[in-house]
């Protein structure tokens, strides 16, 4: 895409808090790409090492979720591509490594990655977020982000309140230029708002995200919904010996968001965690509304809740015992 004034005029940010500098900063990123879109390509960072990396990574072929809404990640890893009137907004950027599947992903979609003008995110792990930087090294686009989760894609690791900070090797690429948005707040690119809702509990800046879409004049609420697991580094408690659980309560407000948001079609950042292979089978056999399930927050939540009550039980006897931690395996 050819960018000039005019695209910066085209770019209407109705963020109520779209000042101008903020304004500004598109134009000046928009002339940045224009400057070197000719030669742009994009540049991948070191990838990822992990012992489901490989198998999340595997290729998947894009494909049109309903209405403007395409999936161009991995396999295993979301990555979603909303088209607007105005430029393109991406969600996720799964590993490292997947960054030029997404990037090829896009382009195979007949798209133009350099036209990817705004980038967030679910939550600030590396296999969410590894492969934001190159991504927007390549298409100069704005990174707007909770206020937790921005910290964390500063400073390449997740946020030291995260339960899984403790982690190994959870780094990921820095992402140097992102912007702070408010809960609630929509994001509006042309004819496409976005609105974040804040659902901390697997991490402290994890965002959901809803939009609406429409085909012809049926328009549907889509969710990407967060991840929702109560899982943790080793020693990491959600819970207090005294029973006074801010994080608890924290995670709860979260699992009621996702519950009652209007919800036709749920995505999130594992494709498992919304059965996108099952659906796909189904969708190929011939059921074309196979995506569209007006219980699929609600049952997301639910199973959110169960594990997290889980959870919960399994402190409360540690506290009950007097042990200070536990091991957990790690669940993205
Ligand atoms: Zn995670």
Not at 173 to 193: C, F, H, Q, S
Request: glycine share 6%; with cysteine; aromatic share 6%.
């Amino acid at each position: 895409m050819v960018y000039d004034k005019s695209d910066c005029h085209a770019t209407s940010w109705s963020h109520p808090r779209c000042t101008l500098s903020l304004y500004l900063t598109v134009c000046v990123l928009s002339a940045a790409t224009a400057a070197t879109h000719a030669e742009t390509r994009l540049i991948p960072d070191a990838p990822s090492r992990c012992e489901a990396c490989a198998e999340w990574n595997k290729p998947q072929t894009p494909f049109r979720i309903f209405g403007n809404t395409y999936y161009v990640g991995t396999a295993q890893l979301s990555a979603i591509l909303i088209r607007t009137k105005d430029g393109l907004i991406l969600i996720d950027g799964a590993l490292p490594q997947s960054a030029p599947l997404i990037d090829a992903n896009i382009r195979a979609l007949g798209f133009d990655t350099a036209e990817v003008k705004l980038i967030v995110t679910s939550h600030t792990h590396f296999d969410h977020v590894g492969g934001v930087a190159a991504l927007q090294r390549a298409t100069g686009a704005m990174v707007a982000a909770s206020p937790s989760s921005a910290q964390a894609l500063r400073e390449g690791r997740p946020a030291q309140d995260d339960p899984q900070f403790a982690s190994p090797d959870n780094r990921f690429p820095r992402v140097v230029d992102v912007t702070v948005i408010a809960d609630g707040e929509a994001l509006t690119m042309g004819d496409v708002a976005i609105t974040p809702h804040f659902t901390p509990g697997h991490t402290p800046g994890g965002t959901t995200w809803t939009w609406r879409s429409c085909e012809q004049q049926r328009c549907l609420n889509i969710v990407y919904a967060d991840s929702l697991n109560a899982v943790s580094a080793e020693g990491f408690l959600f819970t207090t010996r005294s029973g006074r659980s801010p994080l608890v309560d924290a995670f709860r407000r979260s699992i009621h968001t996702i519950e009652t948001l209007p919800c036709d079609i749920l995505l999130s950042p594992h494709s498992g965690f919304f059965g996108m292979a099952d659906k796909l089978r189904r969708r190929a056999e011939g059921q074309s509304d196979a995506f569209v399930d007006a219980t699929a927050c609600r049952r997301y939540a639910a199973a959110a809740s169960a594990r997290l009550d889980q959870r919960i039980a399994r402190e409360r006897e540690m506290h009950k015992r007097g042990e200070a931690g536990e091991t957990t395996r790690t669940r993205p």
